[in-house]
């Protein structure tokens, strides 16, 4: 097993283990700490995820940012590609690819146009070091984004060192429920 599959392993262990009443509580505290960022407040077009089960939950979170008016966009996965779609009604959405909720419109935005991308993963670091379920999904998509890269995660994600990648994309900062770590400058390489 190479280091990237044992720290997939280990996180999907650690998030075996975790209750989801933990999850859900450490979700509105991480929420609160997004909405207290001032990129969060700038930001008019927000990309953000559909949380699956033992994921930082972001129902609450597109909520908000819907009754303030940003525009928000989910992902929509097409093979191994992901647009960024615009969600108008929090409502508006059905089951997709991998399970994952995602939007009945078709409004795509370039992701250059996002001011902020909040992104999911399995496992971070203090640098930036992102680890996802190993789709490559994002790992195609976040390059092409401009805007704040922030990754969600409950501190328990969080590890010394991700291995990463030449084609990993670095997170500018991630947040958990204990800290907002400000991490890469350039979130395309460290």
Do not use: W
Request: proline share 5%; aromatic share 6%; net charge negative.
């Amino acid at each position: 097993m190479t280091g990237r599959e044992e720290l997939r392993a280990l996180m999907k262990q650690r998030r075996q283990e975790a209750s989801m009443l933990q999850v859900l509580e450490t979700s509105a505290r991480i929420s609160e700490r997004i909405i207290a960022m001032p990129e969060y407040r700038a930001a008019k077009k927000v990309f953000c995820y559909h949380a699956l089960p033992m994921e930082v939950q972001t129902a609450g979170l597109i909520r908000e940012m819907l009754r303030e008016g940003k525009e928000v966009y989910l992902p929509v996965t097409e093979g191994n590609r992901l647009r960024a779609v615009r969600l108008t009604d929090a409502d508006a959405v059905h089951r997709g690819t991998f399970g994952v909720m995602e939007p009945d419109g078709n409004e795509e935005i370039d992701p250059a146009g996002l001011d902020l991308i909040l992104t999911p993963g399995l496992a971070f670091d203090r640098a930036g070091g992102r680890i996802g379920f190993g789709a490559g999904c994002f790992d195609r998509f976040l390059p092409r984004c401009r805007g704040l890269i922030v990754g969600l995660a409950l501190e328990m994600q969080m590890v010394d060192q991700v291995p990463m990648e030449p084609h990993d994309v670095y997170m500018h900062c991630v947040v958990t429920e204990d800290a907002v770590y400000r991490c890469a400058e350039d979130g395309l390489k460290k």
